[in-house]
T-cell receptor
Framework: GENVEQHPSTLSVQEGDSAVIKCTYS??????FPWYKQELGKRPQLIID?????GEKKDQRIAVTLNKTAKHFSLHITETQPEDSAVYFC????????????FGTGTRLQVTL | KAGVTQTPRYLIKTRGQQVTLSCSPI?????VSWYQQTPGQGLQFLFE???????NKGNFPGRFSGRQFSNSRSEMNVSTLELGDSALYLC??????????????FGEGSRLTVL
């Protein structure tokens, strides 16, 4: 089955700096890669996703890049703000009802003033 | 539109007991997935139901089971509880038939403590 590794497990940046979280996946058939954000004590929420037919996707201050050859995808947050502090989870899956969404172990991002 | 509702939010059980958790998906969502969240392990997939049928199952022992009703509400049951079952159990619903490629809407979770 799919295996998703996520690094780093914790990340501390100063407000205004950029943050990058990296994930690798094992199943070359995976073609959907969402990112979820979980604030302390709250439910995970989708912040951005990318499908394998594109290499990059942006939404305001966040962007995700995908390298299918290397089986690697990353989340980039620019101009970080205190409200970006949360745990971020990457995930991967392939289409088809027999597949399941596999999550990474999470990155705790702390944005300091 | 109401979000995903999970009950109970908190519960404490002792080893050997069993527990049933409930999840009401967003109206119109027919896919319900369950995840176990523990510190350092992320979100571990338990199972997924679609139209009352279990469509996928994760790598958990048979003590973990679930079902889905005709109104899409779902329950999961854990029998013979062990200390290691202490976790936050998250339910998520999805609109798409192939839920694994669409947005998951999570509930706030049921936090289970096993003593």
């Amino acid at each position: 089955g799919e295996n998703v590794e996520q690094h780093p497990s914790t990340l501390s940046v100063q407000e205004g700096d950029s943050a990058v979280i990296k994930c690798t996946y094992s199943d070359s058939a995976s073609n959907y890669f969402p990112w979820y954000k979980q604030e302390l004590g709250k439910r995970p929420q989708l912040i951005i996703d990318i499908r394998s037919n594109v290499g990059e996707k942006k939404d305001q201050r966040i962007a995700v890049t995908l390298n299918k050859t290397a089986k690697h995808f990353s989340l980039h947050i620019t101009e970080t703000q205190p409200e970006d502090s949360a745990v971020y989870f990457c995930a991967a899956t392939s289409t088809g009802t027999a597949s399941k969404l596999t999550f990474g172990t999470g990155t705790r991002l702390q944005v300091t003033l | 539109k109401a979000g995903v509702t999970q009950t109970p939010r908190y519960l404490i059980k002792t080893r050997g007991q069993q527990v049933t958790l409930s999840c009401s998906p967003i109206s119109g969502h027919r896919s319900v997935s369950w995840y176990q969240q523990t510190p350092g392990q992320g979100l571990q997939f338990l199972f997924e139901y679609f139209s009352e049928t279990q469509r996928n199952k994760g790598n958990f022992p048979g003590r973990f089971s679930g079902r889905q009703f005709s109104n899409s509400r779902s329950e999961m049951n854990v029998s013979t509880l062990e200390l290691g079952d202490s976790a936050l159990y998250l339910c998520a619903s999805s609109l798409l038939a192939e839920s694994n490629t669409g947005e998951l809407f999570f509930g706030e979770g049921s936090r289970l403590t096993v003593l």
